[in-house]
T-cell receptor, first 115, second 115 residues
Framework: AQSVAQPEDQVNVAEGNPLTVKCTYSVSGNPYLFWYVQYPNRGLQFLLKYITGDNLVKGSYGFEAEFNKSQTSFHLKKPSALVSDSALYFCAVRDGLDSNYQLIWGAGTKLIIKP | DTAVSQTPKYLVTQMGNDKSIKCEQNLGHDTMYWYKQDSKKFLKIMFSYNNKELIINETVPNRFSPKSPDKAHLNLHINSLELGDSAVYFC??????????????FGNGTRLTVT
């Protein structure tokens, strides 16, 4: 079955430290992977995606993510966290074998950056 | 310019009433979606339209009926509202529903409260 897991409900990081938000997935075909961010009382915003090619993808606001096929993971990272990065982060995957290309969403991880 | 706009932002109504939420996108996208986000922030796809044609219709009560008069608009009508319908409803659009062009653009949500 298709699924996305974000194992941490919340991640706390001190400002200036590197951050990682974890995501693992399970699909039948090739995965198409996405990260979105949601600020309070706002809709989700697209951060980055992996479709094919280089396993390290760079996105908005200095974020990057690494696709690891053997570990079926797509962790979101940033070298130096900002207080303004505090938000809710969603990982999502599309299964390349799904003709409707339906997005499967993780449950979200709340990221708190402390000054 | 707001790319995906939905109205109203807040909707408070009583059980049994019928209400509508409107959504418009000015991005020229072919595909539009309705999502429900519950109190635990979990996202659930409800419907997806591609060029006015329904392509995803998840198992939502038939009290929910989407209507797409043209590809820039996707409205959501809800009959006989129930307490459990209380949630934030997000409209979104994407260029089309293929993975390569699939990043979603979300509206800012409509917070529905049923009393």
């Amino acid at each position: 079955a298709q699924s996305v897991a974000q194992p941490e409900d919340q991640v706390n990081v001190a400002e200036g430290n590197p951050l990682t938000v974890k995501c693992t997935y399970s699909v039948s075909g090739n995965p198409y992977l996405f990260w979105y961010v949601q600020y309070p009382n706002r809709g989700l915003q697209f951060l980055l995606k992996y479709i094919t090619g280089d396993n390290l993808v760079k996105g908005s606001y200095g974020f990057e993510a690494e696709f690891n096929k053997s570990q079926t993971s797509f962790h979101l990272k940033k070298p130096s966290a900002l207080v303004s990065d505090s938000a809710l982060y969603f990982c999502a995957v599309r299964d390349g074998l799904d003709s409707n290309y339906q997005l499967i969403w993780g449950a979200g991880t709340k990221l708190i950056i402390k000054p | 310019d707001t790319a995906v706009s939905q109205t109203p932002k807040y909707l408070v109504t009583q059980m049994g009433n019928d209400k509508s939420i409107k959504c418009e996108q000015n991005l020229g996208h072919d595909t539009m979606y309705w999502y429900k986000q519950d109190s635990k922030k979990f996202l659930k796809i409800m419907f997806s339209y591609n060029n006015k044609e329904l392509i995803i219709n998840e198992t939502v009560p038939n009290r929910f009926s989407p209507k797409s008069p043209d590809k820039a608009h996707l409205n959501l009508h809800i009959n006989s509202l129930e307490l459990g319908d209380s949630a934030v409803y997000f409209c979104a659009s994407s260029q089309d529903h293929s993975p390569n062009n699939s990043p979603l653009h979300f509206g800012n949500g409509t917070r529905l409260t049923v009393t």
